[in-house]
């Protein structure tokens, strides 16, 4: 089912995301991909996509825990809304903080049979959740 598979990449997206596995992040996209950051520069494509994960992995390890709210498909194009919540680890100091919520828009196409992430967009809601 189209639903599945969908839920399957995005949920494949935050394990990669977690585990800092850049290359795991980069196999959930399509090569055209982009992410929109909250209050960063719109990054396209793998090499763009890359620098920024292993820039942000290289000082924070970061732990989210994400539910889905809502899957929409049509025909070969599909939308996630999910929320995360989780904790950021400074590496330098060692420190972990509360991340704030965040809320999490996927754009999925499929091709060859596969759902890849064409678009994803969050921002901080500023509520911080244990």
């Known amino acids: 089912m189209d639903s599945d598979a969908?839920?399957?990449?995005?949920?494949?997206?935050?394990?990669?995301?977690?585990?800092?596995?850049?290359?795991?992040?980069?196999?959930?996209?399509?090569?055209?991909?982009?992410?929109m950051a909250d209050g960063m520069a719109?990054?396209?494509?793998?090499?763009?996509?890359r620098q920024v994960f292993e820039g942000a992995s290289g000082a924070m390890r970061?732990?989210?825990d994400f539910e889905v709210d809502r899957v929409l498909v049509d025909g070969t194009m599909a939308t996630v809304q999910a929320h995360a919540n989780g904790t950021v680890t400074t590496l330098g100091t060692g420190s972990t903080t509360a991340a704030?919520?965040?809320?999490?828009?996927?754009?999925?196409?499929?091709?060859?049979?596969a759902w890849l992430i064409t678009d994803y967009m969050f921002n901080m809601t500023g509520d911080t959740h244990p």
């Open 6 to 35: 969908i839920r399957t990449t995005v949920g494949a997206y935050f394990e990669s995301f977690n585990a800092s596995d850049v290359d795991g992040i980069l196999a959930t996209l399509a090569a055209d991909g982009s992410i």
């Open 42 to 49: 719109t990054v396209t494509g793998p090499e763009q996509i």
């Open 62 to 64: 970061y732990r989210f």
């Open 100 to 113: 704030p919520q965040h809320r999490e828009l996927f754009v999925l196409r499929k091709r060859d049979g």
